[in-house]
């Protein structure tokens, strides 16, 4: 008998950059609806059973010493809607690292920020963010293959590890106003919701 192994592996490209990584961990904390069992990352391929990449990534890591993440983007599933920023890392199908089958988008490597079932709450958070004008420069990542089955990758701490006290006080801005416009909007859909009804 023949047994099939069923593609459970990912591989993400997994931001370590500190700062960044703290920083865009508790702005999806603060905007999402669901708790996330990952790191922030850009899903770069799979489903598969496994990858033999080792020398693609060294080449891209020696031609990319860092990657931006700059604007902000947003599309709808059948089950959710979702926020996310682009990433400028250029191109990841030359080093065979880009392979998503089941993503219809094309190439748009991005890191999702929000995931949700409300419509007008991603709208929000889009121009929210859009208004924000967020650039980061990330010169710490890795590769990392992920088996669905994981709960969890090494999860950095949304405990700040900021250092540089101007950047802080932007990102906590950020973070702040994401906070005060997700509470102004659940207040104005709940009584939407019952002037409805």
């Known amino acids: 008998m023949i047994h ?17 990584n703290s920083f865009l961990l508790q702005l999806r904390d603060v905007l999402s609806e669901k708790k996330h069992a990952t790191n ?23 031609d990319h010493p860092e990657i931006d993440i700059n604007g902000v983007g947003r599309f709808d599933n059948e089950l959710s809607h979702v926020v996310f920023f682009r990433v400028a890392c250029g191109d990841l199908k030359k080093y065979n690292l880009w ?12 890191i999702t920020i929000y995931e949700g079932v409300n419509r007008e709450i991603a709208d929000v958070i889009y121009k929210y963010l859009l208004k924000c004008e967020i650039d980061l420069t990330v010169r710490h990542y890795e590769f990392t293959e992920y088996t669905r089955k994981q709960m969890t990758l090494q999860y950095h701490s949304i405990k700040s590890y900021l250092k540089n006290a101007s950047l802080q006080s932007y990102y906590s801005k950020i973070i702040e106003g994401a906070r005060i416009v997700i509470a102004e909007n659940s207040i104005s859909l709940t009584r939407q919701i019952h002037s409805d009804n």
Do not use: C, M, W
């Not at 099939?4 to 960044?20: A, C, N, S």
């Not at 990352?41 to 891209?60: C, E, M, V």
């Not at 089941?102 to 748009?108: I, T």
């Open 99 to 110: 392979r998503k089958p089941d993503y219809k988008g094309g190439y748009n490597p991005h």
């Open 40 to 62: 922030i990352h850009i899903t770069l391929k799979g489903p598969q059973t496994s990858f033999a990449l080792k020398n693609n990534i060294k080449q891209y890591k020696n």
């Open 4 to 20: 099939l192994t069923k593609p459970e592996k990912f591989l993400f490209l997994e931001i370590i950059d500190r700062e960044v």
